[in-house]
């Protein structure tokens, strides 16, 4: 017949404590995302079109030609819509506008200064970020979660202890899932934006611009309930 289970609020002979063990560390990001908006304008559809896909390659070739350093490279959102004026009592078309939104991610942040300069030197082209991330199976958050469950096993002990007790076996261990400050892929506070430029020579090439990254943190919490030996009251 199996043992029946100690119950749930303990007894005077097997007392329990529950504790609450939480982990705060900071550390460098992992990887870089920055936001691209190619944009284009012309006096009719297929013009402004025309331009946009010019631009669009563009981009993507200059972003690709950086290799390893760009961990992804993605299109979002497309749109071509007309410009509308008002001529005496009806509407009439003024132009075109069309944009292409794309999203990159770089784990080299020399290359990535680099990157962002020269992107926005190109012409009606808009650069967003960077915004700084650990990758989702980082190792930093299973240190943190280590550390929170060893925050638990300590913090028990000294109320174990306060009493002239020690500490059992344990009863339970539960993750309140936030061991993860900022989500994967989730913007924090934008380090800055370069808006449109007019690209110039090779000679002229802007400097690269210097980034700081900005250290991430990684937040970890667990509930622990241990049993104990009786006080010494």
Known sequence: MPPSPPPPFGTPEMPRVA???EARLEVDPEIARIGVVVSARGTDRRSALEDLTRRNSAV?????????????????????????????????????????????????????GELTTRLADLELTRVNGPWWALRP???????????????????????????????????????????????????????????TAYAGTASEMAPALDLEPQRQV??????????MTPPEL
Do not use: C
């Open 60 to 112: 993507l070739e200059l972003i690709k030609s950086y290799g390893e350093s760009v961990e992804k490279l993605e299109t979002g959102a497309f749109s071509i819509s007309p410009e509308l004026t008002r001529h005496g009592r009806g509407e009439r078309v003024r132009a075109y506008h069309g944009s292409v939104h794309l999203t990159a991610e770089l784990s080299d942040f020399t290359a990535l």
């Open 137 to 195: 199976d980082s190792p930093a958050h299973g240190e943190a979660r280590r550390q929170a469950v060893r925050e638990a096993v300590q913090r028990a002990r000294e109320y174990a202890g306060a009493l002239g007790a020690q500490l059992a076996a344990l009863v339970e261990l539960a993750d309140l899932g936030a061991e993860g400050a900022i989500p994967y892929g989730a913007p924090q506070a934008p380090a800055g934006m370069m808006r």
């Open 19 to 21: 504790v609450r063990g």
């Open 218 to 227: 990684v937040h970890a919490q667990v509930n622990a309930r241990f049993t």
